[in-house]
């Protein structure tokens, strides 16, 4: 990502922050309604609790986007209990998906080229480190 993509995703992040709640359901709405298998994933979880950690959880991120030696670790964990949910690889492009259609959604007519590239290379690296933190092999414990 480069310094201006960082500095878009973090301003149309905070456009979006008022509308948290109603995105966070748009974009559950939309991964159900392209992919409805993975809807089991989410049985028996309390969606309106999950809509939170969802905005918790990008909120986070994009607060810390700036501090990848303290943000990266937290988001290899997160791919790591991802995994053990069931999540697979071609899960993250699913929600990657719905979570630029949720974006475009919520900005409209701020939702610009630019916008797009900022948040899919944002996406991109964070659902990388995800990926390959759930695809590590554990180390191995010395007997």
């Known amino acids: 990502m480069t310094s201006e993509q960082l500095t878009i995703v973090q301003s149309t992040w905070q456009r979006l922050v008022p509308i948290a709640d109603v995105a966070a359901r748009l974009f559950y709405e939309r991964l159900f309604e392209?992919?409805?298998?993975?809807?089991?994933?989410?049985?028996?979880?309390?969606?309106?609790?999950?809509?939170?950690?969802?905005?918790?959880?990008?909120?986070?991120?994009?607060?810390?986007?700036?501090?990848?030696?303290?943000?990266?670790?937290?988001v290899a964990e997160l791919g790591r209990r991802h995994?053990?949910?069931?999540?697979?690889?071609?899960?993250?492009?699913?929600?990657?998906?719905?979570?630029?259609?949720?974006?475009?959604?919520?900005?409209?007519?701020?939702?610009?080229?630019?916008?797009?590239a900022a948040w899919t290379a944002a996406y991109s690296l964070l659902s990388g480190v995800m990926r390959d933190a759930a695809n590590a092999k554990p180390a191995s414990v010395a007997a």
């Open 34 to 74: 392209v992919n409805p298998e993975l809807k089991a994933l989410f049985h028996p979880v309390d969606m309106r609790r999950q809509q939170d950690k969802l905005v918790c959880s990008i909120d986070h991120v994009v607060q810390h986007l700036d501090d990848p030696d303290r943000l990266l670790p937290d």
């Open 83 to 116: 995994h053990s949910y069931g999540v697979t690889d071609a899960h993250y492009d699913a929600v990657g998906g719905a979570l630029l259609w949720t974006l475009r959604q919520g900005l409209n007519k701020s939702w610009t080229p630019e916008v797009e």
